[in-house]
Nanobody, 120 residues
Framework: QVQLVESGGGLVQPGGSLRLSCAAS????????MEWYRQAPGKQRELVGS???????NYADSVKGRFTISRDNTRNTVYLQMNSLKPEDTAVYYC??????????????WGQGTQVTVSS
């Protein structure tokens, strides 16, 4: 079985920073793309950004220049460094990973979500 466990959320003042982590565990042969999503109350889940297995990244326009995605393949972990946080960044943040569990089978797995609240 594969699990994604997120950590690092919390309450931060506007202009502050947080670093989210998402660690994958279980039967993992290879992790391909890893992505971060967020969902604010009353809104649809949106893609924040993504990182390929080789480290190429893409970001939503709303977070470009403020958020950075990285990964540590030795730890099967993806990170989301969030700087210059704004109240509109308040949401539950989810990670998603495309994981090859061997024998040519690859599936998308989701973390449980972690709350980020930006407020003074």
């Amino acid at each position: 079985q594969v699990q994604l466990v997120e950590s690092g959320g919390g309450l931060v003042q506007p202009g502050g920073s947080l670093r989210l982590s998402c660690a994958a565990s279980g039967t993992i042969f290879n992790i391909k793309n890893m992505e971060w999503y967020r969902q604010a109350p009353g809104k649809q889940r949106e893609l924040v950004g993504s990182i390929t297995s080789s480290g190429s990244t893409n970001y939503a326009d709303s977070v470009k220049g403020r958020f950075t995605i990285s990964r540590d393949n030795t730890r099967n972990t993806v990170y989301l460094q969030m700087n210059s946080l704004k109240p509109e960044d308040t949401a539950v943040y989810y990670c998603k990973a495309e994981i090859d569990i061997g024998l040519g089978y690859a599936y998308d797995y989701w973390g449980q979500g972690t709350q980020v609240t930006v407020s003074s």
